[in-house]
């Protein structure tokens, strides 16, 4: 099979490649990067070509696919804004208690380790 052959992928696959290479041309990304850049990532998420038959497909991950988006959901930190600036110090104030909690009972946790 020569290199470039996309005839073990399974369907699925190729409109998983068609649909990531419509993104990357549509920020702007030249044709063939896009082309080439889409397939490694069909390539990352289901390992490769997945040839017919019975037990031999390979569940896929979504590994790539998930990275994309914001973090902390559609709002993307706007919701924390809105509050009163009391409130938001109040957490503030709160987190970092928790975290220094945390921290005390860690390093006393080490300390009692390495006295065994």
């Known amino acids: 099979m020569p290199r470039g052959d996309k005839s073990s992928y399974t369907n699925k696959q190729k409109r998983q490649a068609e649909h990531i290479e419509e993104g990357y041309e549509h920020r702007g990304v030249r044709k063939r990067e896009?082309?080439?850049r889409a397939w490694a990532t069909v390539n990352k998420e289901t390992g490769g070509?997945?040839?017919s038959g019975s037990g031999r497909g390979v569940k896929d991950t979504n590994v790539s696919s998930k990275r994309g988006g914001r973090i902390?959901?559609?709002r993307?930190?706007?919701?924390s804004a809105r509050r009163p600036?009391?409130?938001r110090l109040r957490s503030a104030k709160k987190a970092a208690?928790?975290?220094k909690?945390?921290?005390t009972k860690r390093s006393a946790?080490?300390?009692g380790a390495r006295r065994k």
């Not at 993307?76 to 919701?79: C, D, F, T």
């Open 76 to 79: 993307g930190g706007k919701a």
């Open 49 to 51: 070509g997945n040839k």
């Open 72 to 74: 902390g959901g559609p």
């Open 101 to 103: 909690r945390h921290a």
């Open 109 to 111: 946790a080490r300390k």
């Open 85 to 87: 600036a009391a409130a």
């Open 97 to 99: 208690a928790t975290r």
């Open 34 to 36: 896009a082309e080439r």
